[in-house]
């Protein structure tokens, strides 16, 4: 029972045009969601997060817009760069008990091309 | 910050023999965080210690796996008898507390023969 999905395995986009990731989870207990990009041998590197008391967090060219009321959240990455290629993971987890494990979804591969 | 160290990076071996991984977290931080990736999966995680305490365990930490990080510092993974279904990458992560993102190291990835 997957409780974080991305739905599509890859992404092809163009430099310079946004590139727009996607993550839905199913338990509505989950209060932070954070996006990890990850190159080929290296582990994930933490890129933006955002609290559930929040529905836009910004940091340079990556926004992340949470809509609660679907279980949604997206990754918008404008203008995107040949060097963003990489695999990118939506991440879920509940806060509030302090826990702080993270649950995964399988990852989205984005491509930028020249 | 000088970044999650793990080691050895790439682990190759029988069937039936025990592993030991090494996870030396981010000075200062007091969370340290085990999971397992295969491909074309993301990380699912394994194991958790706040300081020395091991806190949480996931249903996937077989008895054949066992964690410690015994002066809240650095970590240890050891996999007893090892299985084909122990092939995976295993990385380690850090954060300060409970409420800061995890900072990952690049992992071990284990072949078993």
């Known amino acids: 029972d997957q409780q974080v999905k991305q739905n599509s395995p890859s992404l092809s986009v163009q430099e310079g045009r946004i590139s727009i990731l996607n993550c839905d989870y199913t338990n509505s207990m989950f209060d932070y969601f954070l996006w990890y990009k990850k190159y080929p041998a290296e582990g994930p590197t933490f890129l933006i997060s955002i609290s559930s008391i929040k529905d836009k967090n910004e940091d340079g060219r990556f926004t992340v817009f949470l809509n609660k009321s679907a279980k949604h959240l997206s990754l918008h990455i404008v203008p995107s760069q040949p060097g963003d290629s990489a695999v990118y993971f939506c991440?879920?987890?509940?806060?509030?008990?302090?826990?702080?494990?993270?649950?995964f979804g399988k990852g989205t591969k984005l491509s930028v091309k020249p | 910050d000088t970044g999650v160290s793990q080691n050895p990076r790439h682990k190759i071996t029988k069937r039936g023999q025990n592993v030991t991984f090494r996870c030396d977290p981010i000075?200062?931080?007091?969370?340290l965080y085990w999971y397992r990736q295969t491909l074309g999966q993301g990380p699912e995680f394994l194991t958790y210690?706040?300081?020395?305490?091991?806190?949480?365990k996931s249903r996937l930490l077989s008895d054949r796996f066992s964690a410690e990080r015994p002066k809240g510092s650095f970590s240890t993974l050891e996999i007893q008898r090892t299985e084909q279904g122990d092939s995976a990458m295993y990385l380690c992560a850090s954060s300060r507390t409970g409420n800061q993102p995890q900072h990952f190291g690049d992992g071990t990835r284990l072949s078993i023969l």
């Open positions: 991440a879920s987890t509940y806060y509030g008990g302090s826990q702080g494990n993270l649950i």
């Open positions: 210690f706040q300081n020395e305490a091991q806190l949480e």
């Open positions: 000075s200062e931080h007091n969370r």
